[in-house]
């Protein structure tokens, strides 16, 4: 970026989720000074956002019905994050041979996104089983306790090969 003279008309824009990785050089006079912090959507957007892509897929009842519920099961989640969920239950109404997405494909959809695709490659025996549901119960109380977290939504029991 040295040597770019101001008169030349150019903008150089850039983005980061990590600003605490970037390299000083970076952010010196001169160059990345202008920094733009986006947040997260909030419930409301989230919900407007549900709205739009909603709208553009065949749905057993109308959007409006599902997207406000959405909205509140989803803090946390980017323009991104809405959109595949949005994307994944309508790949999953197709793979299962329904014309519509209901409210299983959009559950479906919602825990693929949170918690990934579910792996069946290793079965757990039954004391494995107990050792991570005892795991994941303590993360559920600790966040269900904690004030100031994030609704705690459903917990599941995958592993993660």
């Given amino acids: 970026m040295d040597g770019m003279g101001s ?5 150089v824009l850039a983005s980061t989720n990590r600003p605490d990785i970037l390299d000083k050089a970076l952010l010196r006079p001169g160059r990345f000074d202008r ?5 997260l959507p909030t419930v409301i957007e989230r919900k407007e956002m549900f709205d739009l892509y909603l709208k553009r897929i065949k749905l057993d009842h109308p959007y409006n019905k599902f997207s406000h519920r959405l909205a509140q099961m989803t ?6 994050d809405i959109a595949n969920v949005v994307n994944e239950a309508a790949i999953r ?3 299962t041979g329904k014309h519509v997405v209901s409210v299983s494909e959009l559950e479906y959809a919602m825990d693929r996104v949170l918690a990934g695709a579910e792996k069946r490659s290793r079965s757990l025996v039954e ?8 795991h994941e119960a303590g993360h559920a109380l600790v966040g269900w306790l904690l004030k100031n977290t ?5 917990v599941h029991i995958f592993i993660d090969l």
């Fill in 7 to 11: 008169g030349q008309g150019i903008v």
């Fill in 75 to 80: 803090p946390g989640f980017s323009g991104a």
């Fill in 93 to 95: 109404a197709a793979s």
């Fill in 150 to 154: 994030d609704a705690l939504l459903k």
């Fill in 35 to 39: 920094h733009i912090n986006m947040d």
């Fill in 127 to 134: 004391e494995e089983r107990e050792i991570v549901a005892y």
